[in-house]
């Protein structure tokens, strides 16, 4: 990444949340002094972990090998790319930075459908390796466990499957509706019914799943109008449920929890044709509704024009 790439980028300390210059050895900060290194074509703005690790990264590798045929992957950035089109309708003129960018996969698949990236930032080298060979845009690597080194001035921004992973996630969403402009676009997408909160969760690190209700509230209180909130993965709801109490009724739960969570990777041919098509006919009933249950929520929601 040259420093032009990043320069524009409203990028801020994470020491201090003063914002960057330009140097020749990198950035540095323009109040406490601070140089960042730029290094493999990411900027690496971090001072350290705070708190319990948000994410196993061993699978952003097998991410990358499955997630542009498993039936789930494709439907969610099928339906991401759906709701930035019938939401958010000057979304040319906007530049999307997404916060928690993983393997990069959904990054990539709407940059070449048009959709302009701003750049993109995750905890994890090794999320950036892997983004870097399928998308041309900043990435900077963060601290996990802190709020992103962000400045204001940002017109779109994502979390895709993030919030969940976030000890404080009315913190995040104040945050992020402090830092987009005045009529700036937040998608965010997370998972569920917190009923079907199980073994897989916690092994994937996840605080929560939220209700429909939950989540538009949190929304709401940091100061976000919302634009969309609906369920998606209805058809993966009953399966779900049967196979969580199949689960719970085996010894070593948590052995086959793990067992089950690496088979869920797993691109079964004759499995994921029907739940592709299934979540196909969900994704063409959301252009003209809404689901009232699903395994995923997905929101679009807005920094009021005026708002402060």
Not at 201 to 220: G, N, P, T, V
Request: net charge positive; charged share 25%.
């Amino acid at each position: 990444m040259s420093e032009a790439s990043w320069e524009g980028l409203p990028l801020v300390c994470p020491r201090c949340r003063t914002s960057l210059s330009a140097g020749s050895g990198g950035p540095s900060c323009t109040g406490c002094g601070t140089r960042y290194r730029v290094e493999g074509g990411v900027l690496h703005l971090s001072v350290g972990r705070d708190g319990a690790p948000n994410y196993d990264p061993h699978y952003f590798d097998t991410l990358e090998q499955v997630e542009d045929r498993h039936f789930w992957f494709v439907a969610r950035r099928e339906i991401v790319l759906d709701a930035l089109r019938r939401r958010v309708p000057d979304l040319e003129r906007r530049r999307l930075f997404d916060i928690g960018c993983g393997s990069g996969g959904l990054l990539q698949y709407l940059a070449a459908r048009g959709v302009g990236v701003a750049g993109a930032c995750d905890a994890y080298a090794r999320s950036l390796d892997l983004v870097r060979r399928r998308v041309d845009a900043p990435l900077v690597l963060v601290d996990e466990g802190r709020l992103p080194p962000l400045g204001r001035g940002h017109t779109l921004l994502s979390l895709f499957d993030v919030l969940e992973h976030l000890d404080d996630d009315r913190e995040m969403l104040r945050f992020l509706h402090s830092v987009l402009v005045p009529g700036g676009v937040l998608l965010i997408t997370v998972p569920a019914h917190p009923f079907l909160f199980d073994e897989r969760d916690e092994l994937a690190c996840h605080r929560r799943r939220y209700q429909r209700s939950e989540l538009k509230a949190k929304l709401e209180e940091a100061g976000f109008s919302v634009r969309l909130l609906t369920h998606f993965g209805a058809s993966l709801v009953p399966p779900l449920v049967a196979l969580n109490a199949l689960t719970s009724l085996m010894p070593e739960k948590r052995r086959r929890s793990r067992e089950r969570q690496v088979m869920e990777f797993q691109v079964v041919p004759v499995v994921n044709g029907v739940l592709r098509a299934a979540l196909t006919l969900e994704r063409l009933w959301l252009r003209v509704g809404s689901l009232p249950f699903g395994s995923s929520l997905i929101a679009v929601a807005a920094r009021p024009e005026g708002a402060r």
